[in-house]
């Protein structure tokens, strides 16, 4: 899954729960800016960042490798 469109499950998933933007900064502790930011595309997250919002909205990232 690219970046574009894990924001695009996160922003979704936020509007299911009915958190807006303030309230998911505060769950997460994370700047408000930071959060619109991501939303809109203009801020890189980092892999903490998105694991700790993931976690809050009741998701969890899988990352699967392959190692030949």
Avoid: A, W, Y
């Avoid at 695009?8 to 936020?14: A, G, L, N, S, Y």
């Amino acid at each position: 899954m690219h970046l574009e469109q894990l924001i695009k499950v996160i922003k979704e998933r936020r509007k299911i729960l009915k958190i807006n933007q303030r309230e998911l900064s505060e769950f997460t502790n994370i700047g408000l800016r930071t959060i619109k930011g991501l939303e809109s595309g203009h801020t890189n997250p980092t892999l903490k960042t998105i694991v700790n919002i993931l976690d809050v909205l009741g998701m969890e990232l899988s990352i699967v490798t392959k190692i030949k």
